[in-house]
């Protein structure tokens, strides 16, 4: 258990709206990371942060932006929702540098109607 | 066009039974790891593997590396049904992960 937590666990939306989906972790470490993962397409990154207020974009950032503003939050947020960002969200910390190993949250279901 | 693909994309297999999933790719990677993924939950890591031919084992499972770095597999002796779940592989490339697509594994009582 790295002591991640993602919230809310469900979520259901409308198209337009906007989404703030929250990762938190207890364990301090500098490396985040936000996921999608569809059917065959296994997980794909969002975004990554490497420290307070430094992140970046990754295979499918648009339409996502993220924050983070204490090590311990990382926040996705989905401007105005569409029905393609239907998808499970997962948060995922990094805890080495020289390991690319990493730790997942439980996810988050967003449907967007 | 993924740069990380795994076969078969489902097994289903009896209790007691081997099995060989296999991950490849056309690029070389520095490491990779393989996670396992139960219905609901994230993946959680199984292995790391580093050296181009190495061999790890846990348990009952059976990780390789191949030689040349672009290619992994996974072999489960006398499957058990709480092996059921999804497989994956993941590797870093450049600034990002990559993850594949997975083998769904069902193993019958």
């Known amino acids: 258990d790295a002591g991640i937590t993602q919230s809310p666990r469900h979520k259901v939306t409308e198209t337009g709206t906007p989404v703030t989906l929250r990762c938190h972790q207890t364990e301090n470490h500098r490396y985040m990371y936000w996921y999608r993962q569809d059917p065959g397409h296994g997980l794909r990154l969002i975004h990554y942060s490497y420290g307070v207020k430094d992140t970046d974009k990754g295979e499918v950032s648009d339409g996502y932006s993220v924050s983070r503003s204490k090590t311990e939050d990382f926040l996705l947020t989905l401007e105005s929702a569409t029905s393609s960002q239907t998808s499970v969200y997962f948060c995922?910390?990094?805890?080495?540098?020289?390991?690319?190993?990493?730790?997942f949250g439980p996810g988050t279901r967003l449907t967007v109607l | 066009t993924q740069l990380l693909e795994q076969s078969p994309q489902f097994l289903s297999i009896q209790e007691g039974e081997n099995l060989t999933v296999y991950c490849n790719s056309s690029s070389v990677f520095s490491s990779l790891q393989w996670y396992r993924q139960e219905p609901g939950e994230g993946p959680v890591l199984l292995v790391t593997?580093?050296?181009?031919?190495e061999v790890k084992k846990l348990k009952r499972l059976t990780f390789q590396f191949g030689d040349a770095r672009k290619d992994s597999s996974l072999h489960i002796t006398a499957a058990q049904p709480g092996d059921t779940g999804l497989y994956l592989c993941?590797?870093?490339?450049?600034?990002?992960?990559?993850f594949g697509p997975g083998t769904r594994l069902s193993v019958l009582p």
């Open positions: 993941a590797s870093r490339y450049g600034q990002n992960f990559v």
């Open positions: 995922a910390i990094q805890p080495g540098t020289s390991d690319d190993t990493q730790y």
């Open positions: 593997v580093v050296t181009g031919g």
